[in-house]
């Protein structure tokens, strides 16, 4: 019978973080903002209320009275993600009609947490209780 090699030993934080220092120092710039990218968005990720469902439907919103439309990428019970050219800035109010998964449509209010090149993120403002599977 053969023996098994141990496992190896997870290194401690201190360990870890030096590695990561020390794999940081040798990247060119690119890399660098390639793991900033990728660390922001687990951090993101980590930080939501609740689960993210992806769904693609057309929206309907207004900003300071003005109407726009974009499509849903991704919507919870607590937020959604909007693709659109037309950018909103991180605090703005937003009234929002969207279509949700099962045809049934949405009509709240929110605010833009989060802007992207491609679009931005809204917190509504009361948590839907429609259930999100499809």
Do not use: W
């Not at 930080?47 to 309907?60: F, I, V």
Request: hydrophobic content about 35%; proline content about 4%.
């Amino acid at each position: 019978m053969r023996k098994q090699a141990p496992a190896p030993k997870k290194p401690s934080m201190s360990d870890a973080t030096a590695r990561l220092i020390g794999y940081i120092l040798k990247m060119n710039h690119d890399e660098i903002m390639g793991l900033l990218d990728l660390v922001e968005k687990i951090h993101v990720k980590n930080k939501r209320k609740s689960r993210r469902l992806d769904h693609h439907g057309e929206a309907t919103y207004v900003i300071k009275g003005k109407v726009y439309t974009g499509f849903t990428r991704n919507i919870s019970t607590s937020g959604v993600f909007i693709d659109t050219p037309d950018v909103a800035d991180a605090g703005e109010n937003i009234l929002l009609t969207c279509d949700m998964p099962r045809g049934k449509s949405l009509r709240t209010s929110g605010a833009v947490v989060r802007e992207e090149a491609q679009g931005f993120a809204v917190t509504f403002d009361h948590a839907i209780t429609t259930p999100l599977s499809v």
